[in-house]
């Protein structure tokens, strides 16, 4: 007879790779799997501001010509970046790309989805010859101007 004990590990087991799938990590320990979760939770509130802050300011109502919304953070390995537009972005990936190169940022994981509404998730670190920190906001700012290029040669084609 299974003891009660035993039943329950395998349940937490299963119920933490459960979280671990929802939450894409590929941690292996238990408190590996629990820290990436805690890491997706605090980016899914970064998302939620991000929209509560368009909403108050009124740009849900224009949302289909919204610029992309662009969030980038230092975390442990190098820079998160986060981009995202409902409308589909045609050419903007290679603009973005581009950035990383004149950063001297390599691209260790990249996720990208261009269906309906574009979407990057990105992280970038440093090029060790470059020797020189970069900044979150110098990287952001960096962005924000390749998205004004993209645009501005996107209105010249239409």
């Known amino acids: 007879m299974v003891s009660r004990k035993h039943k329950k590990d395998v349940l937490l087991h299963e119920k933490l790779q459960l979280l671990r799938s929802i ?3 590929h941690a292996n320990n238990d408190s590996s799997i629990i820290l990436d979760a805690s890491k997706y939770i605090e980016h899914l ?3 939620v501001e991000i929209l509560n802050l368009e909403i108050a300011s009124g740009q849900s109502s224009s949302y289909q010509n919204a610029s992309p919304v662009v969030t980038v953070e230092a975390v442990e390995k190098g820079m998160q970046v986060n981009l995202y537009s409902e409308r589909s972005c045609q050419g903007l990936l290679v603009y973005v790309l581009k950035v990383f190169e004149e950063l001297n940022l390599n691209v260790l994981e990249a996720r990208v989805s261009c ?3 574009f979407h990057l998730e990105a992280l970038g670190v440093e090029n060790e010859q470059n020797g020189e920190s970069i900044d979150a906001h110098i990287v952001k700012q960096t962005i924000l101007h ?6 501005e040669n996107n209105d010249q084609q239409d």
């Open 23 to 25: 939450t894409n990590s």
């Open 146 to 151: 390749a998205i004004e290029n993209w645009s």
């Open 115 to 117: 269906t309906g509404s």
């Open 45 to 47: 509130k970064q998302k």
